[in-house]
């Protein structure tokens, strides 16, 4: 763990998750993804993170808090994200799921869609990160201590929250390339 300035901290874990996602290109369960791509003339960049738990180092365990608000920084080539890319077209033959007929898409992808404001999918490329359970991750965040509640509790949970601030806790695979 190293400190950020303020109340931030940075700690790396492996991911257990307490809800799952379903990443809309490839089909996966994953705790958080961002798709980013253009179909027809809309472009968009769109990132969901669910919260989830972190085994750290040394079997202490820690919580990203609910209420706070979580922002994925992914880029391609980090650390343990699936990557996945796929191509609309009118008149493709389907191919592993890398290929989509537009005009007959899965459900998940017709939602996602439709949800960043492509009404009639046309043709386009998808682009997916995934964070899946069991990955590790890197968090940074206010950590809080766990309240003493006795002998009983080996293990204390620690609690990730946004910064008194209102920094945003941030979910990243590693750390961040040079430059973003």
Known sequence: MSSEPSDRTRVHG?????QTLVAPVSGRRCVA????????????????????????????RARIDERSELVASFHEGDGEL???????HPWAMPLFGRVFRSSRLPT????????????EPAAGVL???????????????RMEEPRARGYRDARPVFTLSESEDGTPVVIRSRDAPPGT
């Open 127 to 141: 682009h997916e990160l995934a964070l899946e359970p069991g990955t590790g991750a890197l968090v940074e965040a």
């Open 14 to 18: 492996r991911i257990h998750p307490r």
């Open 33 to 60: 993804h961002r798709v980013w791509g253009r179909v027809g003339k809309k472009s968009f960049d769109e990132s969901v993170v669910m919260p989830f738990d972190l085994t750290l180092v040394g079997g202490r």
């Open 82 to 88: 699936r990557y996945r890319s796929a191509f609309l």
């Open 108 to 119: 998940r992808l017709e939602d996602f869609l439709r949800g960043v404001g492509v009404e």
